[in-house]
T-cell receptor, first 112, second 114 residues
């Protein structure tokens, strides 16, 4: 199994600022995935983070806006940069370990 | 590329009635299929998943889903709805290679009427 600790659990931020979300897994995993869930919407994949290489971003998401770090096999960060109210969402990290998919509890972000 | 279509953004059933939430998928490789539930202001909870074993998958809370390759479907059912089943339900697909992200459908909100 895998236990994912994600923090902060929630934050309220001012527009124009940045927030870094941390995701810690209790075991080593190759890939970590970052999702966004906008209010009343489904989950959309932002990017895939592989240790030792740059993250792979999905269409509509760019590194300047959502820089990701993956310094080792148990940790990743997602930064939401230069925030606007449209960035208000739940951000989740996820891992796939031997075919089992695990999600963090999510970070609920509100941008004023 | 993989995709999921959930038919019906909102389904309403009476308490005790059959629940049927529809999910069709598209995948160029044998898929893994998942159903998740999300209660208001809570995180995702896995209901069940199909990983190429039995085509009828039983999950938690009395839910089950049947993988039908010929129909590219993975519909979620429950014989008798409870008020506590009211939530948002998401169908998701991934390939069977591991280390691939889930692709989610848009979700179906289930309402249960007393």
């Amino acid at each position: 199994s895998a236990v994912i600790s994600q923090k902060p659990s929630r934050d309220i931020c001012q527009r124009g600022t940045s927030l870094t979300i941390q995701c810690q897994v209790d075991s080593q995993v190759t890939m970590m995935f970052w999702y966004r869930q906008q209010p009343g919407q489904s989950l959309t994949l932002i990017a895939t983070a592989n240790q030792g290489s740059e993250a792979t971003y999905e269409s509509g998401f760019v590194i300047d806006k959502f820089p990701i770090s993956r310094p080792n096999l148990t940790f990743s960060t997602l930064t939401v940069s230069n925030m606007s109210p449209e960035d208000s969402s739940i951000y989740l990290c996820s891992v796939d370990k031997f075919g089992q998919v695990y999600f963090g509890a999510g970070t609920r972000l509100s941008v004023l | 590329a993989q995709s999921v279509t959930q038919l019906g953004s909102h389904v309403s059933v009476s308490e005790g009635a059959l629940v049927l939430l529809r999910c069709n998928y598209s995948s160029s490789v044998p898929p893994y299929l998942f159903w998740y539930v999300q209660y208001p202001n809570q995180g995702l909870q896995l209901l069940l998943k199909y990983t190429s074993a039995a085509t009828l998958v039983k999950g938690i809370n009395g839910f089950e889903a049947e993988f039908k390759k010929s129909e590219t479907s993975f519909h979620l059912t429950k014989p008798s709805a409870h008020m506590s089943d009211a939530a948002e339900y998401f169908c998701a697909v991934s390939d069977n290679s591991g280390n691939t992200p889930l692709v989610f459908g848009k979700g179906t909100r289930l309402s249960v009427i007393a």
